[in-house]
């Protein structure tokens, strides 16, 4: 004899997983609030309950510990970042390598300089927290994956690898740092001040790598 199927209950024409979707959304929604308004080490379980208005036993229904939901908000805001970058680089995708390593820098200032709260969860003092130290290194291999995967149509055909991602990962992990600078005020800069600084500083590293011209045509 065959079993009867049960049906999921639902609540207000949801069923369980939307709700414990939506619950998940409302804590990080929460604790990116929080972290933007007074830094990640402000970031607690019993915290970011109250004001998303749950308690404690939601929290570990979605979140193992506040470290994994620390590393969940990292994960969205480097998701948007990279996107970001990718988004710039699109928009010129007809032109040279220069001027798309511009617009990727552009777009990431002044990301930086317009959304300041935002942009601190990538670009802001993580220090004393091993999960968000390991995220922040882990992008940083990431973005230098990126940027030399764009840049693979450029280069010389006896361009030298090693020191390409050398070089590129110094530059991602010096703009990082600067970026840290700049936001604590320990520099005084203007945002295009920065963008061109940078942009010379790209083109500089740049001319043992790559060939002249805009992207072969496909």
């Known amino acids: 004899m065959e079993s009867a199927k049960v049906t999921p209950r639902r609540y207000g024409g949801k069923s369980a997983e939307q709700r414990r979707a939506e619950r998940r959304a409302q804590l990080v929604e929460a604790a990116l609030e929080i972290w933007q ?20 036993r939601y929290f570990y229904e979605s979140f193992t510990d506040r470290d994994a939901l620390l590393g969940t908000i990292w994960d969205q805001m480097r998701d948007e970042t990279l996107g970001m970058l990718l988004d710039a680089i699109t928009g010129v995708a007809d ?12 777009a990431v200032v002044h990301h930086i300089a317009d959304e300041p709260a935002r942009a601190q ?3 802001g003092d993580h220090d004393g927290s091993a999960v968000l130290e390991q995220r922040r ?5 990431m973005a230098t994956d990126l940027m030399i995967g764009m840049a693979t149509q450029f280069l ?3 361009a030298d690898l090693k020191a390409l991602r050398i070089n590129v990962l110094l530059g991602i992990g010096g703009f990082v740092e600067l970026m840290l600078a700049w936001r604590s005020g320990l520099l005084e800069a203007t945002t295009d001040e920065i963008v061109g600084h940078l942009s010379d500083v790209g083109a500089a590293l740049a001319d043992r790598f790559l060939r002249p011209g805009p992207p072969p045509e496909r």
């Open 137 to 141: 290194r882990d992008t940083v291999q």
């Open 37 to 56: 308004e007074q830094g990640w080490a402000a970031v607690t379980m019993r915290g970011v309950c109250a004001k998303a208005g749950l308690t404690d």
């Open 156 to 158: 010389r055909d006896d």
């Open 121 to 123: 969860i990538i670009f």
């Open 95 to 106: 032109q040279d390598a220069l001027s798309q390593l511009r617009a990727a820098v552009d």
